[in-house]
C-alpha cells in the first residue's frame, strides 16, 4: 500500500464497539435534545419508569460513551499512522473539525466531534513517541484532568454556602466576595443563554434555533477545559492498545481483557451507582454546586474505566458463539459518522419547533428512551441494508474524498446487476 492510501482493512471488534457505543450516545443525548446543551440536562420525571430508566442511564451510559469513542480514535489513529503520511492526518483531522463545526452551528450545539478533531491535532504531535513516553504522557494528563476536578470540587465546596447566602465566616473575605460575585454572573449568563435557547428551540424557526444553537455550542467548546484532557487521555490509551495489537489480536491479550473488565466491576461499578444517586437530586443540577462537582469528578474515573470494559468486554464476547450475534452491530459502526449526524438530524427534528415540536409536550424520560430504542433499531436495519448497495456512508465518502482528494467508489456494482 502506498503512503497516503486509503486505509481499507477493518477490525470486526472495533466496529461492533462503535456501533455498541452509537446507542450510549444516543440514550444520553435524548435528554440534551429536549434542553439546551448549556445546562445540566434535566431527564422529565412523571413516574417510577422515568425515574428508574433516568438512574440507569447515569449508571450505565452517562460520560462512559465519549470516552469510549475517543479510545476507539485512537486506536484508529495508531493504525492510520503506520499507513498513512502525516500530512494525510492532518487533511482527515481538518475535514472531521469542518464537520464538527458545522454540526455544531446547523444541527447540534452538543457536537463532540470538534474535540476529537482538536485532541487529535495534539495526539498527531506525539504519536510517534516511544511507547515509554506515551505510557508517560497519558500518567500525567491523568493526573492533571483529575487534579482540575477536585481542584473544581473543592472550589465551589467553598464558595456554595456564599452563594446561598448562609453566615459563614470566610464570605465576608473580600476576595470570597469578588469571586462569589465572578460565579453568580456566570451562573446568570448561563441560565439568560439557556432561557433563549428554550424559547428559539419550542418555539422559534430554523433561523431563530440556528442563532441560538451557534451561542450555545461556541459557550460550550470552553468546556474543553474541564474534558479535553481526558478525551486526550483516551486518545494515547487507545494508540497504545492499537500499537499492542490487543484489538487486531485479542487471543494474545485475553488475560489483559480479562483484568480491564475485572476493574471495571470492581471500581467503576461502585463508583457510577454512588454517581446516579447524585444525579437523582435537584441539586446537581446546578453546574456551581458541590453535588455536580463530586458528581464530575467521581464519573470522571468511573467512565474511563467503563469504557475500557465495555470495550474489553464486547471484544471478549465476540470470541464466543454466544455473542457472535453482536456483530449485527458492525455495519452501524462502520456508519459510525453518518449515524451520528443521523441521530442529531432526526432528533433535533423531532424534538423542535421548526419540526414536530415535542420538546413542547415535555415527555417523560420513558418515553425518550423508547424514541431512542426505536431510532437505533432502525439504523441498525438501515446500516445493513446501505453496505449491501454501497461502499461508505454518506458521510464517510464525503470525509474520505476531501481527505485523499479523489472520488472513491460509492455503489456496489453487484447490488444492481
Known amino acids: 500500500m502506498s503512503a497516503g492510501a486509503p486505509v481499507s482493512e477493518r477490525i470486526t471488534s472495533?466496529?461492533?464497539?462503535?456501533?455498541?457505543?452509537?446507542f450510549?450516545?444516543?440514550?444520553?443525548?435524548?435528554a440534551h435534545f429536549s434542553n439546551p446543551v448549556s445546562v445540566p440536562a434535566a431527564p422529565r420525571i412523571d413516574s417510577a419508569l422515568d425515574a428508574s430508566l433516568a438512574w440507569l442511564v447515569a449508571f450505565a451510559a452517562q460520560g462512559k460513551f465519549y470516552p469510549l469513542f475517543a479510545l476507539l480514535f485512537g486506536v484508529g489513529f495508531a493504525l492510520q499512522r503506520e499507513r498513512t503520511t502525516t500530512a494525510t492526518c492532518v487533511r482527515r483531522l481538518l475535514v472531521l473539525l469542518v464537520i464538527g463545526v458545522l454540526h455544531g452551528v446547523f444541527i447540534w450545539a452538543g457536537d463532540i466531534l470538534t474535540a476529537y478533531a482538536l485532541a487529535g491535532f495534539l495526539l498527531l504531535l506525539v504519536g510517534n513517541a516511544a511507547t515509554r513516553s506515551l505510557v508517560l504522557l497519558a500518567v500525567i494528563i491523568a493526573m492533571l484532568q483529575l487534579g482540575l476536578a477536585l481542584l473544581m470540587l473543592a472550589n465551589v465546596s467553598y464558595a456554595e454556602p456564599c452563594l446561598a447566602g448562609l453566615p459563614v465566616a470566610h464570605c465576608d473575605d473580600p476576595g470570597t466576595i469578588a469571586m462569589i460575585d465572578g460565579m453568580r454572573m456566570q451562573r446568570q449568563a448561563v441560565e439568560d443563554l439557556a432561557a433563549v435557547a428554550v424559547q428559539a428551540y419550542r418555539d422559534g424557526?430554523?433561523?431563530?434555533?440556528?442563532?441560538?444553537?451557534a451561542a450555545e455550542y461556541f459557550v460550550m467548546l470552553g468546556n474543553l477545559a474541564f474534558f479535553g484532557?481526558?478525551?486526550?487521555?483516551?486518545?494515547?490509551?487507545?494508540?497504545?492498545l492499537g500499537r499492542a495489537g490487543v484489538?487486531?489480536?485479542?487471543?494474545?491479550?485475553?488475560r489483559s481483557l480479562t483484568g480491564i473488565l475485572l476493574l471495571m466491576m470492581l471500581v467503576a461499578v461502585p463508583l457510577s451507582v454512588h454517581y446516579a444517586n447524585l444525579t437523582a437530586d435537584s441539586a446537581f443540577r446546578d453546574f456551581l454546586?458541590?453535588?455536580?462537582?463530586?458528581?464530575?469528578?467521581?464519573?470522571?474515573?468511573?467512565?474511563?474505566?467503563?469504557?475500557?470494559?465495555?470495550?474489553?468486554?464486547?471484544?471478549?464476547?465476540?470470541?464466543?458463539?454466544?455473542?457472535?450475534?453482536?456483530?449485527?452491530?458492525?455495519?452501524?459502526?462502520?456508519?459510525?459518522l453518518s449515524n451520528y449526524l443521523?441521530?442529531?438530524?432526526?432528533?433535533?427534528?423531532?424534538?423542535?419547533?421548526?419540526?414536530?415540536?415535542?420538546m413542547r409536550a415535555e415527555p417523560g424520560f420513558a418515553m425518550e428512551f423508547l424514541i431512542a430504542l426505536l431510532l437505533f433499531g432502525v439504523q441498525v436495519a438501515a446500516s445493513h441494508w446501505w453496505l449491501r448497495r454501497f461502499h461508505f456512508g454518506p458521510a464517510e465518502w464525503a470525509w474520505r474524498a476531501?481527505?485523499?482528494?479523489?472520488?472513491?467508489?460509492?455503489?456496489?456494482?453487484?447490488?444492481?446487476a
Open 205 to 213: 424557526s430554523y433561523l431563530d434555533a440556528t442563532i441560538a444553537r
Open 229 to 240: 484532557a481526558q478525551i486526550l487521555f483516551m486518545f494515547l490509551l487507545g494508540a497504545l
Open 342 to 358: 443521523l441521530q442529531s438530524i432526526v432528533c433535533t427534528w423531532l424534538f423542535y419547533g421548526h419540526g414536530l415540536g415535542m
Open 402 to 416: 476531501v481527505t485523499y482528494g479523489r472520488l472513491p467508489a460509492f455503489r456496489r456494482r453487484a447490488a444492481f
Open 14 to 22: 472495533l466496529d461492533v464497539i462503535r456501533g455498541f457505543a452509537l
Open 247 to 254: 484489538f487486531a489480536n485479542p487471543e494474545a491479550h485475553r
Open 289 to 336: 454546586g458541590a453535588r455536580f462537582a463530586q458528581g464530575f469528578a467521581v464519573n470522571l474515573v468511573a467512565g474511563t474505566l467503563f469504557a475500557l470494559g465495555y470495550a474489553a468486554a464486547i471484544t471478549l464476547a465476540l470470541r464466543t458463539r454466544a455473542g457472535k450475534w453482536l456483530e449485527s452491530l458492525a455495519p452501524l459502526g462502520r456508519l459510525a
Open 24 to 30: 450510549g450516545i444516543l440514550v444520553v443525548n435524548l
